[in-house]
Structure formats: structure tokens, C-alpha cells
T-cell receptor
């Protein structure tokens, strides 16, 4: 079946540190891949997406590259800020699916000044 | 402003009681979704609807019911058959295409008295 696995959190970093949150997936064919972010007490917001192999999604300094050979979509940011503290969810929509998202378990990021 | 609105923000349920969570969107989206969020488990799909007067069960539909009488509205009822209802409930909407982002409401925290 289709599934998403993220690295366990919480991830605690100092401001300006480099961030990587690992995400791997299991799916048939070429699903669309997403990273969503959830700030405390709020719903989720789309951070970035990629719809085909080797695509790179980017937004607000965050990047993730769709790697078909390793079935991965790791999230990276070169220099994190305190305001990046949130829960990050990796997700996919399978081929032929009409918008349903399958989520990973979420990774909490805490950035300290 | 266009968006998706959930109410109430907090809800308490007594034993044996049914409660209804509201979700309204003015984005003219065809598809709407209900997700349940538990700590450390990511989001799980309860029900979804791709068109008015039609809806399908997600992965954890037991103990829940929905209706889609209007395009803008997709209320979720948590019935007394749901034995572990305490969770954060998120409603989302989208155009129903597989590679399009979903828009999320700010959620309802349901607790059992």
C-alpha cells in the first residue's frame, strides 16, 4: 500500500543551523509529494510540493527534491529561524487519486535563539 | 477573504452523546475532507466528498458520519459509537485533482468529559 515515513522528532536546533527532516515513501508509480507545516494551534499549510521525479520544490528557504531512486523527499533549510518552529508533515497523493493525502506522522522542530 | 472555517474551536462530549463539527468553505472547491490528528500519529482520513450529495469512507470512518448537502458545507458528526473521540479534527478542501494542494481549517479540539 501507500505510506509515508518521517524521521522521529522532536528536532531541536539553534538559530541559523542547517535543517534536514528525512521523508521516505512507498507508493505505486509516481505520486505527487508534499511538505505541509503546522504552527501551534492551527491547521496545516502547504510549504512546498513536487509532482514528478527530480523536481525540486522550494518556498521560504525550504527545499525538497523528489528522488525516485531512493523514494525520498527530504526537507532542508540552510539557516533556520525561531519562527520556523512548528510540526512538519510529509505527504503524498497516489497516482489516479483525486486529492486524498496520505501523511507521515509529523516531525516537531524546535529552534532556540 | 476566501478560506475554510471550522467551528467550534473547542468541543466537549459527554458519554453517549453525538456531537457535530462544522466546516464551511467559500473557495468554490468541489472536494472536502475530514482528518483526525492524534499526537505522534500524523493525520488519518475519516471521510471525504468529491461532489455534493456524495461522500466516501476514509481509513477510520467507524463511529463517524457526514453529509454534503451543499458545496460549501461538510459537517462531521462524532457518534456515541466512537469510543475514543478525543483528538484534533481538521477539515480541508481542494479542487479534487491529485497534484493540487489542500486548504485546511484551523481545527476543532474534541475532548470527552
Amino acid at each position: 500500500g501507500n505510506s509515508v515515513t518521517q524521521m522521529e522528532g522532536p528536532v531541536t536546533l539553534s538559530e541559523e543551523a542547517f535543517l534536514t527532516i528525512n521523508c521516505t515513501y512507498t507508493a505505486t508509480g509516481y505520486p505527487s509529494l508534499f511538505w505541509y507545516v503546522q504552527y501551534p494551534g492551527e491547521g496545516l499549510q502547504l510549504l512546498l510540493k513536487a509532482t514528478k521525479a527530480d523536481d525540486k520544490g522550494s518556498n521560504k528557504g525550504f527545499e525538497a527534491t523528489y528522488r525516485k531512486e531512493t523514494t525520498s523527499f527530504h526537507l532542508e533549510k540552510g539557516s533556520v529561524q525561531v519562527s520556523d518552529s512548528a510540526v512538519y508533515f510529509c505527504a503524498l497523493t497516489p497516482i489516479g487519486n483525486t486529492g486524498k493525502l496520505i501523511f507521515g506522522q509529523g516531525t516537531t522542530l524546535q529552534v532556540k535563539p | 477573504d476566501g478560506g475554510i472555517t471550522q467551528s467550534p474551536k473547542y468541543l466537549f462530549r459527554k458519554e453517549g452523546q453525538n456531537v457535530t463539527l462544522s466546516c464551511e468553505q467559500n473557495l468554490n472547491h468541489d472536494a472536502m475532507y475530514w482528518y483526525r490528528q492524534d499526537p505522534g500519529q500524523g493525520l488519518r482520513l475519516i471521510y471525504y466528498s468529491q461532489i455534493v450529495n456524495d461522500f466516501q469512507k476514509g481509513d477510520i470512518a467507524e463511529g463517524y458520519s457526514v453529509s454534503r448537502e451543499k458545496k460549501e458545507s461538510f459537517p462531521l458528526t462524532v457518534t456515541s459509537a466512537q469510543k475514543n473521540p478525543t483528538a484534533f479534527y481538521l477539515c480541508a478542501s481542494g479542487r479534487g485533482a491529485g497534484n493540487e494542494k489542500l486548504f485546511f481549517g484551523s481545527g476543532t479540539q474534541l475532548s470527552v468529559l
